[in-house]
């Protein structure tokens, strides 16, 4: 059964930063792309981040702006989002997610994705 945990939401203030973590059990961490998703009330659900299964390539969505960092490390089966510079546009609840295939590349799509995390609250006080 695969299962993935998040942790380290919170309240920050505008201009603070917060890191997420999400580790993964029940399959080969090594072997999937991992990705980073937001969702707000009565909106889809948008692409934060993704890295692919070996570390070596990822992707930002273009609000990002150069403020968050995604990585993964191997031996703790563990996702990380560090966001620094939060607005209040980054209230929101964060999921992380794995992807369908093994060594794929990573997609900024949900349906690129199989398993889910249930989501850590974010919230931005300004």
């Known amino acids: 059964q695969v299962q993935l945990v998040e942790s380290g939401g919170g309240l920050v203030q505008a201009g603070g930063s917060l890191k997420l973590s999400c580790t993964v059990s029940?399959?080969?961490?090594?072997?999937?792309?991992m990705a980073w998703f937001r969702q707000t009330p009565g909106k889809e659900r948008e692409v934060v981040a993704f890295?692919?299964?070996?570390?070596?390539?990822?992707y930002y969505g273009d609000f990002v702006k150069g403020r968050f960092t995604i990585s993964r490390d191997g031996a703790k089966n563990t996702v990380y989002l560090q966001m620094n510079s939060l607005q209040s546009e980054g209230t929101a609840v964060y999921f992380c997610?794995?992807?369908?295939?093994?060594?794929?590349?990573?997609?900024?799509?949900?349906?690129?994705?199989?398993?889910w995390g249930q989501g850590t609250q974010g919230t931005v006080a300004s």
């Open positions: 997610t794995s992807s369908q295939d093994a060594l794929y590349s990573g997609g900024n799509y949900a349906l690129d994705y199989a398993y």
């Open positions: 029940g399959r080969t961490f090594s072997s999937y792309s």
């Open positions: 890295i692919n299964w070996s570390g070596g390539s990822t």
